[in-house]
């Protein structure tokens, strides 16, 4: 077996080959029980998953790991990935698992473990439950009468949805508000809709027929067109899209517009600052942030930290620097004083609570923030080498960051959970920087492209 499981956003692959495979999630299982039997005491797992056909065996698998260790197990059932850490905080679990891939389509899956602080594991313990399944041996096992047991918790959805609700201001409510909501077919499916509608939202559903093979597909965040259209046809006031796991969200204008994840930390970091509730008066934005984002929070007095892009990363430095809110342009907005963890459902209602209580719409606060042209591009690759190996690419940036100037600037990087490289251009020009960044991209293909 190889021994390299964990990757950026926890275990993932395609359902059923290497490391996802059934075999693997039930020793991922023991080896989180052997390192929680290290402390006294009985302990329990919350389980959580998304829609996928394949999250029924991954989760038996998951439990049986965990039980035959002695720990038991609290499973939810299809579950936002921040429902799933919230849940484990409030039974007092010690760790929590999801079972998602997140934005991927149907046929990969993932396994995401939170530590009982809310947080993703650290590397130093990924790399030792690793070590564990690739040595196969978990001899002390529990008797017969101490081995774990597994409890369904019916009642997730509704103590989730209390949570995100509580995130809104006592006293006011949704009505009269119209919002068209995609819940890409994943694991807001049920939750979304109901916390809206119970804040008195009128709310048109989208993505809420989850067949195990849909999930993503043409829908969420990733395809926000069909926001847009639904949008326009429903005469909405704001469209709300998440992702599979519901840990991101894309937002549509009143017009149709797309107000992506640096407009939202913008338009939040704006409206704290305005009523002095920013914390340090301190964000955490990504390599990727658009820099008329940037400028726009720096020319209100606001410190922007950057990282590199992933959650895992943002949340880092907002635990370093002490910042409560944080995201990227993708769509995962963290606002620590609610989740310790991305939360599309409450990043959604945090821009809902400006709209309301400034009483302006979302075009309104979107307009405010002034944004560089951007294009960013997908590249399918068949092998992951060291870009700054890749010599006629780096002579191609070298190239398009000559010609875009001082106002631009170049990012290629791999994506840490598919084969893909990302290639984002920015300028004062949309015309120049749609060319260069296919010109890169033609580059990366010739170089490691995968067809």
């Known amino acids: ?6 990757g950026t956003d926890g275990v993932r692959g395609k359902a059923n080959h290497f490391p996802m495979t059934v075999e693997v999630a039930m020793l991922l299982g023991k080896a989180v029980a052997q390192i929680l039997r290290r402390s006294e005491g009985k302990h329990r797992v919350v389980i959580g998953k998304d829609t996928r056909l394949s999250c029924y065996m991954f989760e038996n698998a998951l439990v049986a790991g965990l039980n035959s260790m002695g720990v038991d197990t609290l499973v939810v059932g299809p579950l936002p990935t921040p429902g799933v850490a919230f849940i484990a905080r409030a039974y007092r679990a010690d760790a929590g698992i999801v079972i998602s891939a997140s934005h991927n389509a149907f046929h990969d899956n993932g396994i995401k473990i939170f530590a009982v602080d809310g947080f993703k594991l650290p590397h130093a313990v990924e790399k030792e439950i690793e070590a564990m399944v690739e040595a ?13 047991r597994n409890t369904r918790i019916d009642d997730a959805d509704g103590r989730y949805i209390e949570f995100v609700k509580a995130t809104f201001p006592k006293g006011k409510t949704l009505k009269g508000l119209k919002i068209f909501l995609d819940c890409a077919h994943g694991a807001a499916y049920r939750v979304a809709p ?8 009128e709310v048109v559903v989208t993505g809420n027929e989850p067949n195990g093979l849909n999930i993503n597909k043409g829908c969420g965040s990733l395809y926000p067109a069909v926001l847009q259209k639904g949008v326009i046809e429903h005469e909405a006031d704001i469209g709300i899209a998440l992702d599979g796991d519901g840990d991101r969200v894309i937002l549509v204008d009143e017009k149709g517009h797309i107000v ?14 305005r009523k ?28 922007v930290v950057l990282s590199q892009v992933g959650d895992r990363n943002v949340i880092h430095e907002m635990l370093a620097k002490e910042a409560f809110l944080g995201g990227e342009q993708s769509g995962h907005l963290i606002f620590l004083d609610h989740n310790t963890t991305g939360d599309g459902i409450v990043s959604a209602m945090q821009v809902l609570k400006i709209m309301i209580e400034t009483e302006s719409n979302l075009s309104d606060l979107a307009a405010l923030v002034p944004k560089f042209p951007q294009a960013l591009r997908n590249v399918p690759v068949r092998k992951k080498p060291a870009l700054s190996g890749l010599e006629p690419l780096q002579k191609k940036m070298r190239e398009v960051e000559e010609e ?15 084969n893909l490289c990302r290639v984002m251009v920015e300028g004062a020009k949309k015309h120049q920087v749609d060319l260069l960044a296919e010109s ?9 492209g995968d067809s």
């Open 1 to 6: 077996m190889k021994s390299k499981l964990f």
């Open 136 to 148: 196969n041996q978990f001899n002390d096992l529990p008797p017969d009468n101490l081995v774990g």
């Open 194 to 201: 109901l916390a809206f509608w119970e804040l008195d939202a």
């Open 260 to 273: 992506d994840g640096d407009t939202i930390l913008a338009i939040c970091a704006h409206e704290l600052m």
């Open 276 to 303: 002095k509730e920013l914390p340090n008066n301190r964000v955490v934005a990504t390599v990727m942030t658009n820099l008329g984002v940037l400028q726009f929070l720096e020319s209100h007095g606001i410190e």
């Open 404 to 418: 875009l100037g001082k106002e631009g600037r170049v990012l290629i990087r791999y994506s840490g959970t598919e």
């Open 440 to 448: 890169l991209v033609s580059c990366v293909e010739q170089e490691i």
